[in-house]
């Protein structure tokens, strides 16, 4: 099936930066997938539970079941998987994840799903014309350190900005928190956003924002925000 509302776009300066990271991305992930093959460690997490754990922090925001939902960086498309196992599959599943392994592996899983599109997509090369999806989810995007925290809120804001405007009704993302508990050592590799700077920024995009700074470390503490759309 054919996305309407989306092209390719020309490329500034600013996209080339960010094209750098994507590769860099890409990269990573591959290096994981030889060693890890089809398995949550190749995703950067430690464990399913964990996860899911995650994945369920989700479901207190709104009700997949009714809903077309995009998944950015959807990495195996597990996302679908557990809600399908929670009686909540959404309307439609769009998965788009930039590294071609993570697709086609998705693609396997779900070869006979007529609910399910997943497509190869860097979301820095996308700009949006028209929603493609009610929902949008964006879990782990976000994490990789670019030892210069301007570049990382510069970055995770585009990202969110592009993101919110894919979707119709609210985008729920997710980040490692400056409020770091005390028995997990602080990772070089991962970058720790500070919710009060990540919420006012994303006040600029609409009023309506909830922050969800109360769910368990899995190991580390991590926090969600849901941007929603004015109606
Ligand atoms: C930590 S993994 C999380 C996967 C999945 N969301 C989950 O929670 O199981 C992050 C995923 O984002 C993907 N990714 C990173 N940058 C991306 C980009 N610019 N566009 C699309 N996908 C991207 C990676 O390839 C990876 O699969």
Not at 169 to 191: A, G, T, W
Not at 196 to 206: Q, S
């Amino acid at each position: 099936m054919k996305l309407m509302g989306l092209r390719k776009r020309r490329f500034n300066e600013m996209d080339l930066l960010f094209k750098n990271i994507s590769e860099q991305a890409v990269e990573r992930y591959n290096h994981r997938y030889q060693k890890h093959g089809f398995n949550v460690l190749s995703l950067g997490w430690g464990s399913v539970e964990q996860q899911e754990y995650r994945f369920s922090q989700t479901l207190s925001q709104y009700d997949p079941s009714t809903k077309a939902l995009l998944d950015i960086g959807c990495g195996f498309a597990d996302y679908y998987d557990y809600l399908k196992r929670q009686n909540c599959k959404p309307e439609r599943y769009i998965g788009w994840d930039i590294n071609h392994h993570f697709i086609a592996k998705a693609q396997e899983r779900y070869i006979e799903d007529s609910r399910v599109i997943l497509q190869e997509n860097d979301l820095v090369d996308l700009e949006c014309q028209a929603p493609l999806a009610d929902v949008g989810i964006m879990l782990g995007l976000l994490n990789y350190n670019l030892k210069d925290p301007i570049k990382n809120y510069n970055y995770s804001m585009q990202m969110i900005a592009k993101a919110f405007g894919l979707v119709k009704e609210m985008l729920i993302v997710d980040f490692l928190s400056v409020h770091k508990i005390q028995e997990y050592p602080e990772e070089d590799f991962v970058f720790y956003h500070d919710p009060a700077l990540i919420l006012e920024e994303a006040l600029k995009l609409t009023p309506l924002v909830q922050l969800k700074h109360d769910y368990l470390p899995i190991p580390q503490r991590e926090f969600m925000l849901v941007l929603k759309k004015c109606l």
